[in-house]
C-alpha cells in the first residue's frame, strides 16, 4: 500500500483479506473445478484470487480501484484472470460469461457493497449457481433471517426465494487489514431448482419491499397502494392471511403464495 500510495477506503468499505490459511479454506470448501467459470468482486490486493486461478477456473475480477486495478494486472498477468476496472453494481455481469451460462460469485465483497451486489445478483436471467461470500456479519443475518428474527425483511425473502442460505463460519476482525470494527461471516448460497420465474419474483419483490416499508405497521395499506385493497384482500383471504397481520409475521414461503395469488388476480396468470 505505502508502494501504491494507497490508503484503505472506508467509503469503498475495503477491509482486506489477509489470513493465507483462512483464505486456503475458503478455496477448500468451494471445490472447485477446472470447468467452473467464477467471478470474483473486490479481489482487493489478490488474497483470493491467487488461490481461484490455481484451480484452473476461468476467473473474473472486478476491481473498482483504479490503482488496485493497475497492481493486479501486473501481479497476475502470467495468470489466466480476466480483470474488468469499474464498479461491480454497474458492470453488466451476464455479459461476462454470456447471458445463459452458468457461473459461481465466489468473494470477499467489500462492506460497502455487498448488500446491493447479491440483491442485484437476484435479477439476473441466470444467476449464480452458486454464491460463496463474505459479509459484514449484520448482512449475513438479514440474508439468513425467518420470521422469528429480528434481522428479517424484504431482502431476507427475496433471497430466500432463490436460494437456500447456509452460514458457513465467522471470520474475526483479526483476519482483515485494516481490522474491521465487526465481524464477518462466510455465507454458502446455493440456487433453488424451485425458484421463481423471473415475472413472479417481480412481483415478489415489489410486494416485500411495499410491505416492509413501514415495517412496524400493518402492511395491508402499504401494499394494497400497489395492488389494490379489493385484490389484496381477495389474495390474503384465499391463503387465510390476517389482513391485520404486520409483513414481518409473515414467513417467506407464504410471501411467494401472496404473490403468486396476485399475479392470477391482476395478470391472469
Known amino acids: 500500500m505505502e508502494e501504491?500510495?494507497?490508503a484503505p477506503s472506508k467509503k469503498l468499505g475495503q477491509n482486506f483479506l489477509v489470513d493465507a490459511n483462512f483464505?486456503?479454506?475458503?478455496?477448500?470448501?468451494?471445490?472447485i473445478t477446472p470447468e467452473d467459470k467464477i467471478l470474483e468482486i473486490g479481489p482487493g490486493f489478490g488474497a483470493l484470487t491467487e488461490h481461484l486461478v490455481?484451480?484452473?477456473?476461468?476467473?473474473?475480477?472486478?476491481?473498482?480501484?483504479?490503482?488496485?486495478?493497475?497492481?493486479?494486472?501486473?501481479?497476475?498477468?502470467?495468470?489466466?484472470?480476466?480483470?474488468?476496472?469499474?464498479?461491480?453494481?454497474?458492470?453488466?455481469?451476464?455479459?461476462?460469461?454470456?447471458?445463459?451460462?452458468?457461473?459461481?460469485l465466489i468473494s470477499n465483497l467489500p462492506y460497502s457493497a455487498g448488500t446491493v451486489i447479491v440483491a442485484n445478483m437476484l435479477s439476473l436471467k441466470t444467476p449464480p449457481t452458486e454464491m460463496l461470500v463474505m459479509l459484514q456479519k449484520e448482512v449475513g443475518l438479514r440474508l439468513a433471517a425467518s420470521e422469528k428474527d429480528e434481522e428479517y425483511g424484504s431482502l431476507s425473502i427475496r433471497v430466500q426465494s432463490m436460494y437456500n442460505v447456509e452460514t458457513v463460519r465467522l471470520a474475526p476482525p483479526d483476519l482483515f487489514f485494516p481490522k474491521p470494527e465487526v465481524d464477518s461471516v462466510i455465507l454458502r448460497l446455493s440456487l433453488r431448482a424451485d425458484r421463481p420465474e423471473p415475472a413472479l419474483f417481480k412481483t415478489l419483490s415489489t410486494l416485500t419491499k411495499v410491505s416492509f416499508a413501514h415495517r412496524r405497521k400493518k402492511m395491508f395499506k402499504q401494499a394494497a397502494s400497489v395492488y389494490g385493497s379489493e385484490n389484496l384482500l381477495k389474495a390474503m383471504t384465499t391463503l387465510g392471511i390476517?389482513?391485520?397481520?404486520?409483513?414481518?409475521?409473515?414467513?417467506?414461503e407464504m410471501f411467494l403464495k401472496l404473490a403468486q395469488e396476485l399475479n392470477g388476480l391482476i395478470h391472469g396468470s
Open 23 to 31: 483464505t486456503e479454506s475458503i478455496i477448500r470448501g468451494a471445490k
Open 242 to 252: 390476517d389482513p391485520d397481520i404486520r409483513a414481518e409475521k409473515i414467513s417467506p
Open 54 to 104: 490455481k484451480t484452473g477456473a476461468m476467473v473474473t475480477a472486478i476491481e473498482f480501484d483504479r490503482k488496485l486495478a493497475a497492481w493486479l494486472r501486473e501481479r497476475f498477468k502470467n495468470d489466466p484472470l480476466t480483470l474488468i476496472e469499474g464498479d461491480a453494481c454497474k458492470v453488466d455481469i451476464p455479459s461476462i460469461y454470456g447471458i445463459d451460462t452458468p457461473f459461481r
Open 4 to 6: 501504491l500510495g494507497i
